[in-house]
Structure formats: structure tokens, C-alpha cells
């Protein structure tokens, strides 16, 4: 991460304000009728960024696809759930056709809804391995340890250089999950990490400093693409002196 990608903004509010107008200008087609696609975050940052988001006028979700970064092994319905987060704050207050919307079935055993995800990516994306997905949009939050989706530090996930999408086994959370890898992230025209929070602030500095060791999230650089750190005052406080 290097400072020209940083922006910083006093208040979690303004942060995602200004993610979400940044995410309705990105997904503006840049040729005529071009499909637009997006890869959502999951966690509580979000869920008030998806909301402003959808009240945004200029977005024609009838040419976008949604899809998620990460999601936990829990039905749709789930309070867990990324899924169920983005359908109650932005997909069920914007004009998407329901068939633009694809869900990691995480109700599913994790594998097989892993090779599901894979085959649906392929799909839309019209692309099989080794050649990677090209999102227009990865939104991104980051942990406290600098997990970033569901690749968490020490989890195997970590070293998958092949398949686009992966199960994984959260110690951390006794959980499985699962995620997009990082070539699929690296791929990404344009990622967009939004992350709020003075419990943050360690992983922030962390990823300025290329600690690729310890923190994931900051193995995520886009080989052509684009990469934007949002963060609040609280998040940036060790990378700005604020602490
Ligand atoms: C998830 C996420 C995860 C999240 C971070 C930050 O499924 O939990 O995708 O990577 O973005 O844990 O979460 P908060 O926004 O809640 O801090």
C-alpha cells in the first residue's frame, strides 16, 4: 500500500459516504451496455455504505452483477449471513435482476459450494483456470489481524494460487468459510478496501509496511487494476500520527 492510495475521513459516516459514491461512479459502464460486476464484503462496516449506495440515483444495477467476497457456512437467511446483510441494506432497494445476483450457497458443504461459486464465476465471466475472473469491483473490509475476506492469517486459503474461489478453515473462528483467492483479487480492475475503527490501526500500519507475513490483506495488490484504502480517522491513526 503506498500513500497515494490512502484516503482518509474524519467520521465512519463519511467513510462510507465516500465509498459508496465511489462505488456508484465505478460502476458506471465505460462502453455502451457494458455488464458491470461487483464482489460485495461481508462484516458490519457495509451495511450503512450499501444503504447510502442504494439511494444513489445515477446506477443502472440492470447491467450489474453482484457477488461476494467471502461468506460464512450459514444458511441465507442466517443473522451471519453477508448474503442476507447486502439483500436487507441494498439489494432488495434497487432495481437488479434477480438472476444478477449470485450467492455463495452457504448452507452447502463448504467443497462442493466452493467448485459451485468456481463454475457460476466461469460462467458469467465466460473464463475457466488457469485465466482469472476481471471484477470491475472488489469491495474489501480488513480485520483487526489483517484478515481480509475469509483469508485469515495461518489458514490455508492463503497459498491457493489456482482455483477462484476456496474453502477454509477459520481456527480463529471455529468456523470453515468461504472466499475468493488472491489471484482473483490481484485480477480486479479496481479493489476498494473501506475499513473503519481504532482496533484496526495496528493491521493499517501493518499493510503500509508490507507486513505480508501477518497481515493478508496486504497481499492484496492488483497486477493491473487499481487499489483504494478508505479509512476512517480511527483506522488511519497510527498512519498519520493520530495516535
Ligand atoms: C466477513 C468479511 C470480513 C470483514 C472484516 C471486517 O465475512 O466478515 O468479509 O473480511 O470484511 O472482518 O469486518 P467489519 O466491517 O465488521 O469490521
Given at each position: 500500500?503506498?500513500?497515494?492510495?490512502?484516503?482518509?475521513?474524519?467520521t465512519?459516516?463519511?467513510?462510507?459516504?465516500?465509498?459508496?459514491?465511489?462505488?456508484?461512479?465505478?460502476?458506471?459502464?465505460t462502453?455502451?451496455?457494458q455488464?458491470?460486476?461487483i464482489?460485495?464484503s461481508?462484516?458490519s462496516?457495509?451495511?450503512?455504505?450499501?444503504?447510502?449506495?442504494?439511494?444513489l440515483?445515477?446506477?443502472?444495477?440492470?447491467n450489474?452483477?453482484?457477488f461476494?467476497?467471502?461468506?460464512?457456512?450459514?444458511?441465507?437467511?442466517?443473522?451471519?449471513?453477508?448474503?442476507?446483510?447486502?439483500?436487507?441494506s441494498?439489494?432488495?432497494?434497487?432495481?437488479?435482476?434477480?438472476?444478477?445476483i449470485?450467492?455463495?450457497?452457504g448452507?452447502k458443504?463448504?467443497?462442493?459450494?466452493?467448485?459451485?461459486?468456481?463454475?457460476?464465476?466461469?460462467k458469467?465471466?465466460?473464463?475457466?483456470?488457469?485465466d482469472?475472473?476481471?471484477?470491475?469491483?472488489?469491495?474489501?473490509?480488513?480485520?483487526?489481524?489483517g484478515?481480509?475476506?475469509?483469508?485469515?492469517?495461518?489458514?490455508q486459503?492463503?497459498?491457493?494460487?489456482?482455483?477462484?474461489?476456496?474453502?477454509?478453515?477459520?481456527?480463529?473462528?471455529?468456523?470453515?468459510?468461504?472466499?475468493?483467492t488472491?489471484?482473483?483479487?490481484?485480477?480486479?480492475?479496481?479493489?476498494?478496501?473501506?475499513?473503519?475503527?481504532?482496533?484496526?490501526a495496528?493491521?493499517?500500519?501493518?499493510?503500509?509496511?508490507?507486513?505480508?507475513?501477518?497481515?493478508p490483506?496486504?497481499?492484496?495488490?492488483?497486477?493491473?487494476?487499481?487499489?483504494?484504502?478508505?479509512?476512517?480517522?480511527?483506522?488511519?491513526?497510527?498512519?498519520?500520527?493520530?495516535?
Open positions: 500500500m503506498t500513500d497515494e492510495m490512502v484516503s482518509v475521513y474524519p465512519v459516516g463519511e467513510l462510507q459516504n465516500a465509498c459508496a459514491e465511489q462505488i456508484a461512479e465505478a460502476l458506471k459502464p462502453s455502451e451496455g455488464t458491470m460486476t464482489a460485495l461481508g462484516g462496516t457495509p451495511r450503512h455504505m450499501h444503504e447510502i449506495l442504494a439511494g440515483p445515477d446506477v443502472d444495477w440492470s450489474v452483477h453482484v461476494w467476497g467471502d461468506e460464512r457456512t450459514v444458511p441465507p437467511g442466517h443473522e451471519e449471513s453477508n448474503f442476507r446483510m447486502a439483500r436487507e441494498l439489494l432488495d432497494r434497487v432495481p437488479i435482476p434477480e438472476d444478477h449470485h450467492r455463495m450457497a448452507e458443504d463448504p467443497a462442493t459450494a466452493a467448485k459451485e461459486y468456481e463454475q457460476t464465476i466461469s458469467v465471466f465466460g473464463v475457466t483456470p488457469p482469472m475472473p476481471r471484477f470491475d469491483i472488489i469491495l474489501l473490509g480488513m480485520g483487526a489481524d484478515h481480509t475476506a475469509s483469508l485469515f492469517p495461518g489458514t486459503a492463503l497459498d491457493e494460487q489456482e482455483r477462484y474461489v476456496i474453502e477454509n478453515h477459520v481456527p480463529q473462528q471455529n468456523a470453515d468459510r468461504l472466499t475468493l488472491f489471484p482473483v483479487l490481484n485480477a480486479a480492475r479496481l479493489v476498494i478496501f473501506m475499513v473503519a475503527g481504532s482496533d484496526k495496528a493491521a493499517v500500519e501493518g499493510c503500509i509496511e508490507g507486513d505480508y507475513a501477518t497481515r490483506a496486504a497481499r492484496v495488490q492488483p497486477a493491473n487494476g487499481q487499489c483504494r484504502w478508505l479509512l476512517d480517522a480511527e483506522a488511519a491513526a497510527r498512519i498519520t500520527g493520530g495516535e
